[in-house]
């Protein structure tokens, strides 16, 4: 399988899987305080439209040294991980509450609200990776 990152064609292996997740990480590591993003718009801001299982396994795998703020990425209907993730239940939440995140009734994150600008802006053809 071949796929395309960082403007060069590399074959998928141990290694384009470690290249994917160190860019996830550093995607992840620019989300703001009181913004969150979805799997799948990580996959697409990094070229992957449709890689966004690719993006949680990369979450999962998050060396703890690194001190990303993964509470921050959720699935793409706003709603959070299980409670186990984070340690209990109702942690993710604490803490994006905290940040000013914002919850609807039905305890999903309010998406249009909240999700991180960069996200647009990418849409937009902004290289979020290249800006300061």
């Known amino acids: 399988m071949r ?14 899987t470690d290249e994917f997740n160190r860019r996830v990480y550093e995607l992840v590591r620019q989300i703001p305080a009181g913004s969150v993003i979805a799997y799948g718009q990580i996959a697409a801001m990094l070229g992957r439209p449709r890689g966004a299982r690719m993006v949680g396994r990369a979450m999962r795998l998050v060396p703890k040294e690194l001190n990303l703020p993964c509470h921050r990425v959720v699935n793409s209907k706003g709603e959070l991980a299980p409670p186990h993730i984070f340690g209990g239940k109702g942690v993710q939440r604490q803490k994006l509450e905290a940040e000013g995140v914002i919850f609807k009734d039905s305890g999903r994150i309010d998406m249009e609200s909240c999700t991180w600008e960069a996200v647009e802006l990418h849409y937009f053809g902004v290289d979020v990776e290249e800006r300061p």
């Open 3 to 16: 796929w395309s990152l960082s403007n060069r064609s590399i074959r998928h292996s141990a290694y384009s």
